[in-house]
T-cell receptor, first 112, second 114 residues
Framework: EDQVTQSPEALRLQEGESSSLNCSYTVSGLRGLFWYRQDPGKGPEFLFTLYSAGEEKEKERLKATLTKKESFLHITAPKPEDSATYLCAVRPSGGSQGNLIFGKGTKLSVKP | ETGVTQTPRHLVMGMTNKKSLKCEQHLGHNAMYWYKQSAKKPLELMFVYSLEERVENNSVPSRFSPECPNSSHLFLHLHTLQPEDSALYLC?????????????FGPGTRLTVT
């Protein structure tokens, strides 16, 4: 069964304290892995797509990496405005059209 | 208006009511989606439309009825809902449903069934 597991469930950081969020997946084949950010009361906001192991993408203080079994979202010197829930989703190669399998998310809190 | 919009943002309805959720995308996309987001659970895909045709229905109860009159608009008609249907309902769109492109989400409708 295709599955996505995110850890930790919640993460509290001090401003400037770098850390990483983990997304582990088990799928029959991976067509793409997606990272989203979701603020309270809002819909998910697209961040990155990764397609193959070894691929990396960066945006401001965020950097996403991908291996054959997991993805990491590295946050460098976070600021309070980075506080949000970060969602990971995968699109299996054998999946039906448009089907994304989401993890439960990691809720990040950055204190000043 | 830009991106994906949803109305209403909040909805409280009784179990015997009939209501509809509306979604509109201003991105020129060809695929639209309905998701359900419940507390402590991952987003669940409900329906997928591509060029106004339904291409996916993930075993959703018949009390949820989608409608896609054109590629920019998507509705979710609700009737005789249960309290466990209370959740955030999210609409999304993408360029195509069969490609590996990203989906863009609306702000959601927070539904409470009493």
């Amino acid at each position: 069964e295709d599955q996505v597991t995110q850890s930790p469930e919640a993460l509290r950081l001090q401003e400037g304290e770098s850390s990483s969020l983990n997304c582990s997946y088990t799928v029959s084949g991976l067509r793409g892995l997606f990272w989203y950010r979701q603020d309270p009361g809002k819909g998910p906001e697209f961040l990155f797509t990764l397609y193959s192991a070894g691929e990396e993408k960066e945006k401001e203080r965020l950097k996403a990496t991908l291996t054959k079994k997991e993805s990491f979202l590295h946050i460098t010197a976070p600021k309070p405005e980075d506080s949000a829930t970060y969602l990971c989703a995968v699109r299996p190669s054998g999946g039906s059209q448009g089907n994304l399998i989401f993890g439960k998310g990691t809720k990040l809190s950055v204190k000043p | 208006e830009t991106g994906v919009t949803q109305t209403p943002r909040h909805l409280v309805m009784g179990m015997t009511n009939k209501k509809s959720l509306k979604c509109e995308q201003h991105l020129g996309h060809n695929a639209m989606y309905w998701y359900k987001q419940s507390a402590k659970k991952p987003l669940e895909l409900m329906f997928v439309y591509s060029l106004e045709e339904r291409v996916e229905n993930n075993s959703v109860p018949s009390r949820f009825s989608p409608e896609c009159p054109n590629s920019s608009h998507l509705f979710l008609h609700l009737h005789t809902l249960q309290p466990e249907d209370s959740a955030l309902y999210l609409c999304a769109s993408s360029q195509e449903s069969g490609l590996d492109d990203e989906q863009y989400f609306g702000p959601g409708t927070r539904l409470t069934v009493t």
